[in-house]
């Protein structure tokens, strides 16, 4: 069974910072990978999918790579805002469309 | 608006009473799934259905039972054999194992 693990549990920077949330998985036989954001009380919202033919994937400040050899994938966030608390979660869909889930970094940016 | 809706948002139970929790998705999405998340824990698959008419048991699907008759709703029965249903409960569909879509889930209390 996968098994998924987000390392730091949280994280506190200071407003500006450019900071990298990690993602580990035990089974590199992986579909595609997705980050998701979750503010406290709500839903996921997904900030990007990695297929498992790409690298790396970007949007605005948020770029993720994969990298299925090593079973690690990371979060980069440019020049962080205080918008940006929340909880980053990852995921890997394997066959049988499943997904499996780490635990989370909660991010906090101070202004 | 295309997207999913829960209902309710919060919702508490009497001890041996069972509980239905509404999921309907409008994305024309086949397959959809529902999680349980607790506090420090990431989400935990309950059930998942990848087309009407069929769905398959997740990691933690005792106590639990669904069903899928129309492709746009997946609703979740918390039955009285689950002893700890106290959880905030999220419902997803997908295309497949492609990008995920969340509701914005539902508080499940028991009184």
Request: hydrophobic share 30%; charged share 15%.
């Amino acid at each position: 069974k996968q098994e998924v693990t987000q390392i730091p549990a949280a994280l506190s920077v200071p407003e500006g910072e450019n900071l990298v949330l990690n993602c580990s998985f035990t089974d590199s036989a992986i579909y595609n990978l997705q980050w998701f954001r979750q503010d406290p009380g709500k839903g996921l919202t997904s900030l990007l999918l990695i297929q498992s033919s790409q690298r790396e994937q970007t949007s605005g400040r948020l770029n993720a790579s994969l990298d299925k050899s090593s079973g690690r994938s990371t979060l980069y966030i440019a020049a962080s805002q205080p918008g940006d608390s929340a909880t980053y979660l990852c995921a890997s869909a394997g066959t049988g469309n499943q997904f499996y889930f780490g635990t989370g970094t909660s991010l906090t940016v101070i202004p | 608006d295309g997207g999913i809706t829960q209902s309710p948002k919060y919702l508490f139970r009497k001890e041996g009473q069972n509980v239905t929790l509404s999921c309907e998705q409008n994305l024309n999405h086949d397959a959809m799934y529902w999680y349980r998340q607790d506090p420090g824990q990431g989400l935990r698959l309950i059930y998942y259905s990848q087309i009407v008419n069929d769905f398959q048991k997740g990691d933690i699907a005792e106590g639990y039972s669904v069903s899928r008759e129309k492709k746009e709703s997946f609703p979740l029965t918390v039955t009285s054999a689950q002893k700890n249903p106290t959880a905030f409960y999220l419902c997803a569909s997908s295309l497949a194992a492609d990008t995920q879509y969340f509701g914005p889930g539902t508080r499940l209390t028991v009184l």
